[in-house]
Structure formats: C-alpha cells, structure tokens
C-alpha cells in the first residue's frame, strides 16, 4: 500500500538552528508533493509544493524541500528556525489513480516542531 | 483569498446525538473534503465530493455520511455520535486540476467532544 512516512513525530529546536524534517514515500510513479504547516489555533496551510521542473522548491517563510526522485523523498528545509516556526507539519503525497480530485492523497502523520526562544 | 468556513469552533454533545458539522467554501471550487485529525493518527479521510449531489467514502466513513446540495457547501453528518467520534474536524476544497490535483485549502477545524 502507499504510504507517506515522517520520520521524526516531535523535534525540538533552538533559534537559529538549522531544519530537516524527513519525508519518504512508497509510491513509484509520477507524483505531487507537498509540505502543509499547522500553527497553534490555525488551520492548516500550504507551505509549498512539487509538481514538476526544478526539484528544489521554496516555500513560504524561507522554507525550502528538495525532491529526490531516486530516494522518494521530499525533505523540509531551513536554515535558521524562528520562535514563530512552532507548529505541526505535515507531508502530502498525492498519486494520479485519483484524477484530479484528491482522492488519493496520503498523508504522513505530521511532524510536531517546538522552538525555543 | 480563499476561504473555508466551518460554522463550529467548538462543540459539544451527548451520545446518540445526531450531529451536522456544516462547511463552505467561497471559491467556486468542485472539490471538497472531510478529515478527522487525532493526535498520533494524523489525517484521516472521511468523505469527499467532487460535485453537487456526489459523494465518495474516505477511509474512514463509518458512522459518518455526508450531504453536497450546493456547490459551496458541505455537511457532515454524524448519524447517531458516539464518544470514539471525539476528534478535531477538518474541512478542505479544491479545483478538479489535472491528474495530479492541486493544493487544499482547510478551514480552521470544529473540535468536537462526545459525551
């Protein structure tokens, strides 16, 4: 079955500490990737996405990911972590059997980061 | 910008109750979606719609249905609630794009208890 696998469900940063936070998927074919955030209180929102062309995308809020098709992964990036950058998140991983509605997108089941001011 | 109103931050029911989470979406979008959020468990699919009138079962649809009479509105039922139906729910859209589909746009989730 297809699955979206985050490898790290809680990390604790300091300010200006670099991120990774790791994302894999097991689908082998033409894929959409994506990052969504979850602040405290907030509801879920876009920080970026992969559908084709240059594998490293940014994001909002200086984020960045980088898609390796050879390693099905789509690891979230940034160099220097705010306070403000306390949230969950979330990797998406969206497969043409649907298409075009969604319906196959699979969700991994979140990473929760904590920065410490 | 879009915007995704669910009509409850914050409910509270009994057991056996039946429930209506209402959502609407301001986008024209064709797509819209249900999800439960548990901690652990991350998003779980409960249904979605890709038209007025049509519906399709999530991977978890029991003790859930749903009803899209308006393009711009979706509304979860939950038939007869039950304490395991205690979960933060999320409603989505979308555009029907492509094969591969675009992003969603979530609103701000109802957390729902059951007692």
């Known amino acids: 079955a297809q699955s979206v696998s985050q490898h790290n469900h809680h990390v604790i940063l300091s300010e200006a500490a670099s991120l990774e936070l790791g994302c894999n998927y097991s689908y082998g074919g033409t894929v959409n990737l994506f990052w969504y955030v979850q602040y405290p209180g907030q509801h879920l929102q876009l920080l970026l996405k992969?559908?084709?062309?240059d594998p490293l995308v940014k994001g909002i809020k200086g984020f960045e990911a980088e898609f390796i098709k050879s390693k099905f992964s789509f690891n979230l990036r940034k160099p220097s972590v705010q306070w403000s950058d306390t949230a969950e998140y979330f990797c998406?991983?969206?497969?043409?059997?649907?298409?075009?509605?969604?319906?196959?997108?699979?969700w991994g089941l979140g990473t929760s980061l904590a920065v410490n001011p | 910008d879009v915007k995704v109103t669910q009509s409850s931050r914050y409910l509270v029911k009994r057991t056996g109750e039946k429930v209506f989470l209402e959502c609407v979406q301001d986008?024209?979008?064709?797509?819209m979606f249900w999800y439960r959020q548990d901690p652990g468990l991350g998003l779980r699919l409960i249904y979605f719609?890709?038209?007025?009138?049509?519906?399709e079962k999530g991977d978890i649809p029991e003790g859930y249905s749903v009803s899209r009479e308006k393009k711009e509105r979706f509304s979860l039922i939950l038939e007869s609630a039950s304490t395991n139906q205690t979960s933060m729910y999320l409603c989505?859209?979308?555009?029907?794009?492509?094969?591969?589909?675009?992003?969603?746009?979530f609103g701000n989730g109802t957390r729902l208890t059951v007692t």
């Open positions: 989505a859209s979308s555009f029907l794009q492509g094969v591969l589909g675009p992003p969603l746009h």
């Open positions: 992969y559908f084709s062309g």
């Open positions: 986008m024209d979008h064709e797509n």
């Open positions: 998406a991983v969206n497969t043409p059997i649907n298409a075009g509605n969604n319906r196959k997108l699979i």
């Open positions: 719609s890709y038209d007025v009138k049509m519906k």
